[in-house]
């Protein structure tokens, strides 16, 4: 019994000692941020047509592709994806596709995947895709990759890309 009435007086004082640490001191998680510049000019390109002639569903399109610092204009990374085609939108010239991507750093690799239309990159909304882990510096981490296109940095155009990783 007199177990019992301690476990229960400990629990109480516990309870009582959480409820009165403010929720300030509660410190949100960082966040860290990369921004890296990739121009339109493609260093590797492959594009696997499958079924009919021209874009269809199941065609694939590899790449490798260096990415920039956008304030030193210097090489800081290689991407590598992979998209393939789930459906074309015709009346758009336009197409849903999976992107699989992973984007090396000197720090360590991020890996990143999702689903879109080629028509939502040029709102920079919609053009999102899930960190779906890494490695090195970027160990189990997490976030959103955002991309706004044709945009004019380093005296050529390509595509920001902004990741916005999470706490790890």
């Known amino acids: 019994m007199k177990r019992a009435l301690l476990l229960l007086g400990l629990i ?21 941020q990369i921004t890296v510049f990739e121009p339109s000019k493609v260093d590797y390109e492959k594009v696997i047509d499958r079924g009919h002639r021209g874009i269809s569903p199941g065609d694939t399109i590899l790449f490798i592709n260096r990415q920039l610092d956008p304030e030193t204009c210097g090489r800081i990374g290689t991407l590598a994806g992979r998209i393939t085609i789930s459906k074309v939108l015709r009346a758009e ?7 699989e991507f992973t984007l090396k750093l000197a720090d360590g690799k991020l890996t990143a995947a999702g689903a879109a239309k080629f028509s939502e990159f040029a709102q920079t909304e919609n053009g999102v895709f899930a960190i779906t882990g890494g490695t ?22 390509g595509t920001l890309t902004t990741i916005d990783i999470g706490p790890q």
């Open 136 to 157: 090195g510096a970027y160990r189990d981490a997490s976030g959103e990759v955002f991309f706004e296109e044709d945009v004019t940095m380093c005296d050529r155009r």
């Open 12 to 32: 109480a004082i516990f309870v009582l000692l959480v409820t009165l640490v403010p929720a300030s001191s509660q410190q949100p998680p960082e966040r860290n």
């Open 93 to 99: 010239e336009n197409a849903w596709f999976v992107g």
